[in-house]
Structures are given as structure tokens and as C-alpha cells.
């Protein structure tokens, strides 16, 4: 894998831009305890309820110093999950995501050895009908051995990042199906392409329903003579051992 830090490897695409010198929970926690009030009040867009969009904003909190959930962030939030009294007031998909970023943000720091490779079929083959997607789409997929680890934020990034050759890339972060669909509306996509890419993405996540999206840049331009940049989607296996990687560049100097 390349020798960038985790952090230098997030760079500029933080879920949250931040200084440097802010570090831990002694920063976080008050951040996300007030966003959780906010989001809790009568003033707020859905009064005392707690929407998927309001528990998104204030767990991201956590990733405002340093990009990452740390252990003691983690601890901090585990008993949380699961806390009847905490979760008053939060929608289905609030709960859904509070879970799912829990699981996903698990504290590692290390990656565990996932190996990915290109698939054989191409984008247009994968998708089923070719347009703007395809042409715009870079696909791999690997698997974690038995008992080495499972797909977690930092194995996601790091596989990524090594395997893609990118400069930065943010934070993965939970996504539902509509927020996917609504990532890969963009002039000249048709919705047979949208429906497709979408399909071969739940070929993967199935029934578990992990799909995550991040935004990455590369500022060397790849194959291209400029920067460019997009959006990628990991599509994880319901055993979080098998990922597949549906890169799409959104943006080209």
C-alpha cells in the first residue's frame, strides 16, 4: 500500500474540515451533544423528531478533528446504540444510519487484507446498457479472508485508496438506495443506466443493505492530462468479507 497516513490519505475531503490541533472527545462529544439538541428542538425542521439528515450531521461530529472515530468516540457512542431513551424521538432511517455508522466506524487502525481486482465484464456489460455511467465507471471487487477482519471504514479507505491510485478520498459514509439513485442522476444518464448501476450495486449489498459512498480526487489526472474527481460506491457482502467498488469520475480539468 502507498506510505500516506489515513489522514494525509482523507486530506482535503473530510466528511468535516477542521484544524489540525483539535483531537478527541473532549471536542467532539460537546459538538454532537449540541447538534443533538438542535436537532431535538421544537425550532428544528421536524420539531422534538430526529430525522436521518439531523443524526448524519451530528455524528459527524466525531469526524471533525481528525477524520476518523476513535476509541474512545466509539466508546462513548456503543452504548448509545441500542438506548431506548437516547433513540426517543428518531425516525426508522435515523435509527438505520445511527447503527450502520456505528458498525462502519469501528475504531480500527489497521486494514484488514482485502483484494480487490478488475471484474472481467466492462461497465456497459455490468450495468446492462451503456451512456454516461458506464463510460464514467472504474469497477473492482475482492474479499477478506475468513477470520482476518471485516469491511470497516479504514479497510474500505485504505483498499481503495492503494488500489484505485487517487489522492484523497473522504470518509465512506451509509447510503440508502434513494440517496445512491439520487448520486447517479446527472445530465445524459439515462433511467435504464441509473436502474442498472443501482441493481449491480445490490448484487452485492443484497438484503444487508451496506452500500456506502465517498468522494475522491486525484490531482495527477490518472490516464487524463488534469486533476479529476467523483464519487465511489462499495457495495458490502451481508458477512462483510466481500466488497465491490463502483467508481464513477463526476468531474475533469
Known amino acids: 500500500m502507498k506510505s500516506k497516513s489515513l489522514k494525509s490519505m ?17 471536542t467532539t462529544q460537546p459538538m454532537f451533544e449540541s447538534r443533538m439538541n438542535t436537532a431535538r428542538a421544537a425550532t428544528s425542521p421536524e420539531g422534538a423528531v ?27 457512542l456503543a452504548p448509545k446504540v441500542n438506548d ?35 471484474v472481467d465484464e466492462t461497465p456497459a456489460e455490468a450495468f446492462g446498457v451503456s451512456g454516461v455511467l458506464s463510460n464514467s465507471a472504474d469497477i473492482q471487487e475482492g474479499f477478506i479472508p475468513y477470520s482476518q477482519g471485516v469491511a470497516n471504514q479504514y479497510t474500505l479507505q485504505w483498499t481503495y485508496y492503494s488500489s484505485f491510485d487517487i489522492t484523497n478520498i473522504s ?3 451509509p447510503t440508502t438506495e434513494a440517496e445512491l439513485r439520487s448520486a447517479l442522476t446527472r445530465p445524459g444518464a439515462t433511467q435504464a443506466e441509473i436502474d442498472g448501476a443501482v441493481a449491480y450495486v445490490n448484487q452485492i449489498a443484497g438484503s444487508s443493505k451496506r452500500i456506502y459512498k465517498a468522494s475522491w480526487r486525484n490531482d495527477y489526472g490518472r490516464q487524463y492530462p488534469g486533476g479529476l474527481g467523483g464519487i465511489v460506491i462499495a457495495a458490502v457482502s451481508t458477512d462483510r468479507r466481500f466488497v465491490r467498488y463502483v467508481e464513477f469520475v463526476t468531474w475533469s480539468e
Open 10 to 26: 482523507i486530506g482535503v475531503l473530510a466528511v468535516v474540515a477542521a484544524p489540525a490541533a483539535l483531537a478527541g472527545l473532549s
Open 50 to 76: 430526529v430525522n436521518r439528515s439531523e443524526i448524519r450531521g451530528a455524528l459527524s461530529s466525531f469526524l471533525y478533528d481528525d477524520s476518523v472515530v476513535d476509541s474512545g468516540e466509539r466508546a462513548y
Open 84 to 118: 431506548a431513551t437516547f433513540l426517543t424521538g428518531f425516525t426508522t432511517d435515523a435509527r438505520s444510519y445511527f447503527s450502520s455508522f456505528h458498525e462502519l466506524n469501528d475504531a480500527a487502525t489497521t486494514a484488514a487484507p482485502l483484494s480487490v481486482y478488475p
Open 171 to 173: 470518509t465512506f459514509d
